[in-house]
């Protein structure tokens, strides 16, 4: 069983900047696959950015250049740095794990004001 917890979600200005921290417990961290996906109100689920074990990373076109994830394998902790946010990236975003099994956590609101 792993357990995913997020924090680092609020509400900023348009062009300001957001850390995202999910912690996860469990022994085989280090060899997951790591993501964020976001869901605004009405909308799917949608992969954001992802990381791999050896570091490998994936982004949304949407998110290209703005955001960077990145891993610490001996703090279990995957990031997901926000730069430059739009109104448009308003959604709750939820950190998931992937290894034998997958696992979400409850999601951490971030808000966007233009």
């Known amino acids: 069983q792993v357990q995913l917890v997020e924090s680092g979600g609020g509400l900023v200005q348009a062009g300001g900047s957001l850390r995202l921290s999910c912690i996860a417990s469990?022994?085989?961290?280090?060899?997951?696959?790591m993501g964020w996906y976001r869901q605004a109100p009405g909308k799917q689920r949608e992969l954001v950015a992802l990381i791999t074990s050896v570091g490998s990373t994936n982004y949304a076109d949407s998110v290209k250049g703005r955001f960077a994830i990145s891993r610490d394998n001996a703090k279990t902790t995957v990031y997901l740095q926000m730069n430059s946010l739009k109104p448009e990236d308003t959604a709750v975003y939820y950190c998931?794990?992937?290894?034998?099994?997958?696992?979400w956590g409850q999601g951490t609101q971030v808000t966007v004001s233009s």
């Open positions: 469990g022994s085989t961290f280090r060899i997951s696959v």
């Open positions: 998931n794990y992937r290894g034998l099994q997958t696992y």
